[in-house]
């Protein structure tokens, strides 16, 4: 919804894209998502809370002493109250680098229960989206990405997905988003061994390669002649001779971040064809 001075011209009607940046105004919004959370927690210690009224107050509590060893590397002998210590989180948050705040908000949803840290992790990715930020939550891993799309077509393929497929893609998925050493040889060579685990499943041939678990799928399923050379030429770019499978990633071929989340986002639409099919 605009306001009178966006309508007028007065200020910008939306915001520029934050990359490598984190402003003051996301970082209010996304510490407001979690705040409700620790407060909860912070008023049990001083005696004003109730402990049904927050059914995770064991969590946070938890999360409080990971907070002081595991990010902030403190000894544990020198940790304080629960209150205190989120205090020093706060300073932090609102004082640190950008890709530190993206880090602090991966941390606190990968040390939460499975269902409970999706549900936080949406809550940010709303601010994310909302703020203009190019980083979004896929599962518990926070990525660049150029659209809304590729985040729904790789989230549904890891949440839909068997466990091997499922671990293949979250592979891929943290290979391609480090930012500090991005390794896109092996994001494509997990993406591709996605697609070859959800073809074997679906075909029931366990130790087939993509090449035969597809011939399978074919006398069952009768695939469309393009789908299936679609399959095949991926499975053949990735592992052709000197290709990105089998080269040596200092003598292969090159690789570039969009080739390896081109791959990455056919693999999830792949496996999830695949997935569905099988249903």
Known sequence: MSLFSQRAGIKPAAKSMQREAIDQETRNALWSVLWPHYELCYKEEYGYGRS???????????????????????????????SDTIHSCREYFFSCQWHEVLDFIEFTTKQLP????????????????????????????????????????????????????????????????????????????????????????????KGATLSD????????????????KMLLDLYGYAGDEGGVRHANKETGKPV???????????AAAACGFLTAKSA
């Open 52 to 82: 049904r009224e927050q059914p995770y107050r064991k969590t946070f509590e938890a999360l409080g002493t990971k907070y002081w060893t595991d990010l902030f590397k403190n000894a544990l002998d020198t940790e304080r109250s629960y």
């Open 114 to 205: 499975e269902g409970y840290g999706a549900r936080v992790a949406q809550e940010l990715n709303l601010v994310l989206e909302k703020e203009n930020c190019v980083y979004r939550f896929v599962g518990n891993i926070i990525t660049e990405i150029t659209s809304e799309a590729e985040i729904a077509a790789i989230d549904s393929a890891i949440e839909g997905s068997t466990r091997e497929v499922a671990e293949h893609l979250k592979k891929a998925l943290q290979f391609l988003s480090d930012r500090k050493k991005p390794d896109y040889h092996n994001s494509i060579k997990e993406s591709v061994s996605a697609i070859e685990a959800a073809a074997r499943e679906v075909s029931g041939e």
């Open 213 to 228: 678990a597809v011939k399978v799928l074919n006398k069952k399923h009768a695939l469309h002649p393009a789908l299936t």
């Open 256 to 266: 570039s971040q969009a080739e390896a989340r081109l791959i990455m986002i056919l």
